[in-house]
């Protein structure tokens, strides 16, 4: 009886924080892309909970004795995947912070000179933006 207490438990916390991500999701507060591999967890262990004999079936077949070592190595490639993902955005947003810092920097150098240049600095500068990768009309993200 108490394994049965125990299978509800973790279903209603499961449960919860699925619903909790869902709805972060619905109000823009969390990206999809972020909250996938989340939501992906969340149903995983949702499914071994209603079946707990997987553990043991996974473990055999790896080779491993405890089905509790098991669930520590899925955790592990778990967090894994979650470091390797922060990793790549993490990436993706150095770089583009980087070529912003260069486009503020051409724009600051244009402005001071813009009494020097007159008419020509200004449209160098409307060129520059027009034809950069991160001009306002087009989508980045």
Do not use: C
Not at 21 to 27: G, L, P, Q, T
């Amino acid at each position: 009886m108490g394994h049965l207490k125990l299978q509800i438990f973790i279903l209603i916390i499961l449960a919860a924080s699925n619903l909790y991500i869902v709805n972060s999701i619905r109000k823009n507060i969390l990206e999809l892309r972020h909250a996938l591999l989340w939501i992906l967890l969340g149903i995983t262990l949702i499914v071994f909970v209603f079946f707990p004999g997987v553990w043991k079936f996974l473990a055999h077949f790896f080779g491993i004795i405890e089905p509790v070592n098991m669930l520590f190595l899925f955790a592990i490639f778990i967090l894994f995947a979650i470091v390797y993902g922060l990793m790549m955005e993490t990436s993706k947003l150095y770089k583009r912070n980087k070529m912003i810092a260069q486009e503020l920097a051409k724009l600051k150098y244009a402005m001071e000179n813009w009494n020097i240049a007159g008419q020509e600095a200004a449209i160098s500068v409307e060129s520059t933006l027009v034809n950069h990768p991160i001009s306002p009309d087009k989508e980045t993200l």
